[in-house]
């Protein structure tokens, strides 16, 4: 392994315990999308603290911040996008079978708590780096509001934030050691509100004008629209609001769509069907329809050239090394699950199904996903379509649990999850020092990213009108 990856190496083991403190607190005090107000201020103080540069706000987000620190003229500027928020109803203890710390409160079942912490560490470590080497360059760190609502790096993406960067560099917790090579779903985040005219639902209903009625007339409209759409499509949605009493003609209901397909163009002409099936149903209903739009996603555009060397990279640092209590944790945690959930799971991954109760990886994967698009959506993509990204996961959950669960919250606070977090951070680190120091290994990337964008420019898909919502 080359002298400068062990120096970086090195300089995250013996300060781990920093960015371990950072991620718990974090995971103690979970917030949702939007409310990251704790987790916000706890990343940014601790970045100014160690000589960035912080700039609030960003895209008018009250949770979203950067933070900079440039050495000398001329160099790259890397970028690494964090995330902080939580889940609701995924509240857990640190233990192996489900048990809220609060019930139906929030968690971290996702891992933002390490996710943004180990990009934070990443920065804070190429800052040192270029500080010890007198190389010059920019790091920044991205703190990014609601990813799990796509409400943060559109609004951010549409300021500006990410329009210079050289490259941008980002990681998720997950089951494996590996790197992504594949999509997303694009996807729009919109409520539709209708307003019609209470009565009493016995004695004169004639009078009334159903808002609730507006409501699931859309729904039967886009259930038939589902027939005409591509197949990876998809939309859901629920009903935020169907009134207040069976005996009352709702004036008012609401109901929220997610409309995702794989590409971006494929998204913005399905939404204009599902409007025009919104606006039928206020006709039919002779209500008035309100459109509230949330957020906007593209597809991810992952950049092979950097997921080429972030997998050389995981390949090199080799496995995270458990200890017997932790694969012993991870199996309970596991079995938590029925067995058919969790060969789904390891199918869906391209796992080997015979290492279902292993509880941990014992090995790092090859890349298994490129040409495919994940079932999923993420505002990463927006940044993937102004600068060069692409992205990897390290071992911080239990192999085949699902994503979103309580077992992901139980691990996430604790060893297990630390040790994927500082890995992490260290695959991080050792990429955006090879992009630093070899010119040529940028300039392929940048290449790539300007053939793959060619014709095709990125156009904010959140409306100009459109700010971000309040909470």
Same mark, same amino acid.
């Given at each position: 392994?080359?002298?400068?990856?062990?120096?970086?190496?090195?300089?995250?083991?013996?300060?781990?315990?920093?960015?371990?403190?950072?991620?718990?607190?974090?995971?103690?005090?979970?917030?949702?999308?939007?409310?990251?107000?704790?987790?916000?201020?706890?990343?940014?103080?601790?970045?100014?603290?160690?000589?960035?540069?912080?700039?609030?706000?960003?895209?008018?987000?009250?949770?979203?911040?950067?933070?900079?620190?440039?050495?000398?003229?001329?160099? *790259?500027?890397?970028?690494?996008?964090?995330?902080?928020?939580?889940? *609701?109803?995924?509240?857990?203890?640190?233990?192996?079978?489900?048990?809220?710390?609060?019930?139906?409160?929030?968690?971290?079942?996702?891992?933002?708590?390490?996710?943004?912490?180990?990009?934070?560490?990443?920065?804070?470590? @190429? &800052?040192?780096?270029?500080?010890?080497?007198?190389?010059?360059?920019?790091?920044?760190?991205?703190?990014?509001?609601?990813?799990?609502?796509?409400?943060?790096?559109?609004?951010?993406?549409?300021?500006?934030?990410?329009?210079?960067?050289?490259?941008?560099?980002?990681?998720?917790?997950?089951?494996?050691?590996?790197?992504?090579?594949?999509?997303?779903?694009?996807?729009?985040?919109? &409520?539709?509100?209708? &307003?019609?005219?209470?009565?009493?639902?016995?004695?004169?209903?004639?009078?009334?004008?159903?808002?609730?009625? $507006?409501?699931?007339?859309?729904?039967?409209?886009? =259930?038939?629209?589902?027939?005409?759409?591509?197949?990876?499509?998809?939309?859901?949605?629920?009903?935020? =609001?169907?009134?207040?009493?069976?005996?009352?003609?709702?004036?008012?209901?609401?109901?929220?769509?997610?409309?995702?397909?794989?590409?971006?163009?494929?998204?913005?002409?399905?939404?204009?069907?599902?409007?025009?099936?919104?606006?039928?149903?206020?006709?039919?209903?002779?209500?008035?329809?309100?459109?509230?739009?949330?957020?906007?996603?593209?597809?991810?555009?992952?950049?092979?050239?950097?997921?080429?060397?972030?997998?050389?990279?995981?390949?090199?640092?080799?496995? @995270?090394?458990?200890?017997?209590?932790?694969?012993?944790?991870?199996?309970?945690?596991? $079995?938590?699950?029925?067995?058919?959930?969790?060969?789904?799971?390891?199918?869906?991954?391209?796992?080997?199904?015979?290492? @279902?109760?292993?509880?941990?990886?014992?090995?790092?994967?090859?890349?298994?996903?490129?040409?495919?698009?994940?079932?999923?959506?993420?505002?990463?993509?927006?940044?993937?379509? =102004?600068?060069?990204?692409?992205?990897?996961?390290?071992?911080?959950?239990?192999?085949?649990?699902?994503?979103?669960?309580?077992? =992901?919250?139980?691990?996430?606070?604790?060893?297990?999850?630390?040790?994927?977090?500082?890995?992490?951070? &260290?695959?991080?680190?050792?990429?955006?020092?090879?992009?630093?120091?070899?010119?040529?290994?940028?300039? $392929? $990337?940048?290449?790539?990213?300007?053939?793959?964008?060619?014709?095709?420019?990125?156009?904010?898909?959140? *409306?100009?009108?459109?700010?971000?919502?309040?909470?």
């Amino acid at each position: 392994m080359a002298t400068v990856y062990r120096e970086l190496e090195e300089w995250l083991d013996e300060r781990q315990n920093r960015f371990i403190a950072i991620s718990d607190e974090i995971w103690a005090n979970p917030e949702l999308a939007l409310a990251e107000f704790k987790a916000c201020q706890l990343q940014a103080d601790s970045l100014a603290e160690d000589g960035f540069t912080i700039t609030r706000n960003v895209g008018g987000l009250p949770t979203a911040f950067m933070a900079e620190y440039t050495q000398g003229e001329g160099g *790259p500027k890397i970028g690494f996008p964090g995330e902080y928020d939580a889940l *609701p109803g995924l509240s857990q203890k640190k233990v192996a079978v489900q048990d809220p710390l609060v019930a139906d409160g929030p968690g971290h079942g996702c891992g933002h708590n390490m996710l943004g912490t180990a990009s934070l560490a990443a920065a804070v470590t @190429i &800052k040192a780096w270029l500080q010890h080497t007198g190389k010059a360059g920019t790091v920044r760190y991205y703190g990014c509001p609601a990813e799990e609502t796509g409400e943060g790096k559109g609004f951010m993406a549409r300021a500006g934030a990410f329009d210079d960067l050289d490259a941008a560099l980002t990681w998720h917790p997950g089951a494996v050691n590996t790197a992504s090579a594949g999509s997303s779903l694009a996807v729009n985040n919109i &409520k539709y509100r209708f &307003k019609g005219r209470t009565a009493h639902a016995a004695a004169n209903p004639e009078t009334g004008r159903s808002a609730l009625d $507006a409501v699931e007339l859309m729904s039967v409209g886009v =259930n038939y629209l589902r027939e005409h759409m591509p197949d990876a499509a998809r939309i859901h949605y629920v009903i935020t =609001n169907g009134g207040g009493a069976p005996n009352v003609v709702p004036d008012e209901a609401e109901v929220w769509y997610f409309i995702r397909s794989p590409e971006r163009y494929q998204v913005d002409e399905l939404t204009v069907r599902v409007r025009n099936i919104a606006e039928g149903a206020a006709l039919m209903t002779e209500t008035k329809l309100t459109e509230v739009f949330l957020a906007g996603s593209y597809n991810m555009l992952s950049n092979q050239v950097l997921a080429e060397r972030m997998q050389a990279v995981i390949d090199e640092l080799g496995p @995270i090394e458990f200890d017997a209590a932790e694969l012993e944790y991870a199996k309970q945690v596991a $079995a938590a699950f029925p067995e058919s959930l969790r060969v789904g799971m390891m199918k869906a991954f391209k796992l080997p199904v015979d290492l @279902i109760d292993a509880g941990l990886p014992d090995r790092t994967y090859p890349i298994s996903d490129r040409g495919e698009t994940m079932p999923g959506s993420t505002d990463v993509s927006d940044v993937s379509w =102004n600068t060069p990204t692409a992205q990897f996961t390290t071992t911080t959950f239990p192999l085949a649990t699902p994503g979103h669960s309580w077992a =992901n919250t139980s691990t996430g606070g604790m060893s297990i999850g630390h040790k994927g977090m500082i890995h992490a951070a &260290k695959v991080l680190s050792i990429v955006a020092s090879d992009l630093i120091e070899q010119p040529d290994l940028l300039a $392929a $990337a940048r290449a790539e990213f300007e053939e793959s964008t060619r014709g095709r420019p990125y156009v904010c898909p959140i *409306p100009a009108d459109v700010q971000p919502r309040q909470v």
